[in-house]
C-alpha cells in the first residue's frame, strides 16, 4: 500500500524541548518537502531535499534541522531556538526535478506549550 | 520576488458553477498549480497548466494565462464535499525544486 506516513498525528510538547517529527514514504519519489502551516494561511517551506544525503533550506528554516540517510525518510526536528513551533507540518514527497505535482503525508499537529 | 493572490473566500450554490481565480507576480515560471484541502487534512494535488489554456479533469478545469499573468481554477456541478480551501501554487524558474503557495481561498458551498 503505497504512501505517505506521518506520526504522530498530534504532538504536545512543553517550551525548551526539541522534538523530533517522522516521515516515511514508500512511493519511491526522491524528492521530499516539509512544510509548515497556520491557521487560515497557506504553506511555507522549511526544507526539501532531492537526493539522499543532500537538503536545502527553504523560506523559514530557522529553528529547524533535517536529515536525509534514506531514500524512504526526512526526519523533521523543530529546536527549542524555533520561537513559534505550534503548528501544522506537513511532509510532502515528488518526482525530482517535478516540483509542481507533490503528494502529502497526514500531517503532525504539534502544540508546545 | 514572486507572489500569488487569491480571494479569501468565495460562496456558491451546490449545483452551480464556481471560478476560483489567481493572480501572480513572478520573473519567469514553469507551471501553475492547484491543490485542494479539507478542513484538518493534507492538500491533495488537482491539476497542473504549463502552458496557456484551459486543462480539464471531470468537473474540475484549470486555465492559465501567461499574458495577463492569471489563472483561474472552475469548478461544475458542485457538490457539498467540494467545500474545501483551493491554493494555486507556483514553479519558479529562480526556484525549480520548490513551489510558491497562494494563501488559499474557502469555498463556501450553500445547499
Known amino acids: 500500500d503505497g504512501g505517505i506516513t506521518q506520526s504522530p498525528k498530534y504532538l504536545f510538547r512543553k517550551e525548551g524541548q526539541n522534538v523530533t517529527l517522522s516521515c516515511e514514504q514508500n512511493l519511491n519519489h526522491d524528492a521530499m518537502y516539509w512544510y509548515r502551516q497556520d491557521p487560515g494561511q497557506g504553506l511555507r517551506l522549511i526544507y526539501y531535499s532531492q537526493i539522499v544525503n543532500d537538503f536545502q533550506k527553504g523560506d523559514i528554516a530557522e529553528g529547524y534541522s533535517v536529515s536525509r540517510e534514506k531514500k524512504e525518510s526526512f526526519p523533521l526536528t523543530v529546536t527549542s531556538a524555533q520561537k513559534n513551533p505550534t503548528a501544522f507540518y506537513l511532509c510532502?514527497?515528488?518526482?525530482?526535478?517535478?516540483?509542481?505535482?507533490?503528494?502529502f503525508g497526514p500531517g503532525t499537529r504539534l502544540t508546545v506549550t | 520576488g514572486q507572489s500569488l493572490e487569491q480571494p479569501s473566500e468565495v460562496t456558491a450554490v451546490e449545483g452551480a458553477i464556481v471560478q476560483i481565480n489567481c493572480t501572480y507576480q513572478?520573473?519567469?515560471?514553469?507551471?501553475l498549480s492547484w491543490y485542494q484541502q479539507h478542513d484538518g487534512g493534507a492538500p491533495t494535488f488537482l491539476s497542473y497548466n504549463g502552458l496557456d489554456g484551459l486543462e480539464e479533469t471531470g468537473r474540475f478545469s484549470s486555465f492559465l494565462s501567461r499574458s495577463d499573468s492569471y489563472g483561474y481554477l472552475l469548478l461544475q456541478e458542485l457538490q457539498m464535499k467540494d467545500s474545501a480551501s483551493y491554493f494555486c501554487a507556483l514553479n519558479g524558474m529562480d526556484s525549480n525544486y520548490q513551489l510558491i503557495w497562494g494563501a488559499g481561498t474557502k469555498l463556501i458551498i450553500k445547499p
Open positions: 510532502a514527497t515528488g518526482l525530482s526535478g517535478r516540483a509542481s505535482e507533490q503528494y
Open positions: 513572478t520573473s519567469g515560471f514553469y507551471g
